[in-house]
């Protein structure tokens, strides 16, 4: 058995943008995907301030300009490279960062718990 599960192929998530998945067996905290050019970076959708998700548009992530992630329940800004929060009421804390690996075929493969 494998210690990996699929999360979506890279294709499916647009260049520079985020996209929100739904944890394993429909646990409450899922996770969120943000792509810059052949690289994702996958995060738990939870914010270290009060553990809450991230999005309240459903795969809104990122500020006006793509280049940090938001908190929309109370404006945290975040790293995209590594989650750490640089801005909010969570500054110096980090999002719980994934370990996602792309194949050959371009999919995106995360932990089999990731997000439990």
């Known amino acids: 058995m494998s210690d ?3 999360l979506c192929r890279l294709e499916d998530i ?3 943008k985020s996209k929100g998945f739904p ?6 905290i899922g996770l969120f995907a943000v792509r810059q050019g052949g690289a994702v970076h996958v995060f738990v959708n939870s914010c270290p301030h009060i553990g809450v998700p991230l999005d309240m548009v459903p795969d809104r992530f990122l500020d006006g300009q793509g280049k940090r992630i ?3 329940v ?4 975040f790293r995209i490279e590594d989650g750490f929060c640089t ?5 110096g804390d980090s999002l719980e ?15 089999l718990d990731a997000g439990a």
């Open 4 to 6: 990996e599960r699929l």
């Open 14 to 16: 647009v260049d520079g």
């Open 23 to 28: 944890g394993p067996n429909g646990s409450f």
């Open 70 to 72: 938001v908190c929309a």
């Open 74 to 77: 109370h404006g945290a800004y």
């Open 87 to 91: 801005a909010g009421p969570c500054a």
């Open 97 to 111: 960062q994934v370990p996602a690996r792309i194949d050959d075929q371009g999919q995106v493969w995360v932990p």
